[in-house]
Nanobody, 125 residues
Framework: QVQLVESGGNLVQPGGSLRLSCAASGSILNNYDVAWYRQVAGKQRDRLASITPAGSYDVHYNVKYRFQISRADNKVYLDLNNLNLEDTAIYYC?????????????????????WGQGTQVTVSS
C-alpha cells in the first residue's frame, strides 16, 4: 500500500509561484509513475503532469508553460509559476507502479490507484 502525502499548498498572490511536494509514506516512490491532479469544488479532477521513475514526463498543454514536474530524493515536485485566480484548487498526488515508458505515455491520462489527501492552493490578491 502506497500512502502519498502532499505538501506546499498555500495562499499566494496572482503572478506568484509555489512548489508542491509529494512523498510516499512507507514505500519507495522511485518505483512509481507519479502524476499531479487538481480539483476545483464541484468539478472533475484534472491531470496536470506526470513523470516516470527515470524522469520522462508529460505536462498537460493547459499548463505546459507555467507548471513543471520533477523528482528527486524519493519525492515528486510540481512547480507552479505565474499563478492566476483559476489555479485555486486542491492539488493531488497520484501514483501507479511503473510499467515502462511506452505504457506510461499510452496511459498518461489514466490515474493510478493511489491518491494523497491533497494540498490547498489559493490564489488571491
Amino acid at each position: 500500500q502506497v500512502q502519498l502525502v502532499e505538501s506546499g499548498g498555500n495562499l499566494v498572490q496572482p503572478g506568484g509561484s509555489l512548489r508542491l511536494s509529494c512523498a510516499a509514506s512507507g514505500s519507495i516512490l522511485n518505483n512509481y509513475d507519479v502524476a499531479w491532479y487538481r480539483q476545483v469544488a464541484g468539478k472533475q479532477r484534472d491531470r496536470l503532469a506526470s513523470i516516470t521513475p527515470a524522469g520522462s514526463y508529460d505536462v498537460h498543454y493547459n499548463v505546459k508553460y507555467r507548471f513543471q514536474i520533477s523528482r528527486a530524493d524519493n519525492k515528486v515536485y510540481l512547480d507552479l509559476n505565474n499563478l492566476n485566480l483559476e489555479d485555486t484548487a486542491i492539488y493531488y498526488c497520484n501514483a501507479r507502479e511503473s510499467r515502462g515508458l511506452e505504457a506510461f505515455f499510452e496511459n498518461v491520462e489514466v490515474p493510478g490507484p493511489y491518491w494523497g489527501q491533497g494540498t490547498q492552493v489559493t490564489v488571491s490578491s
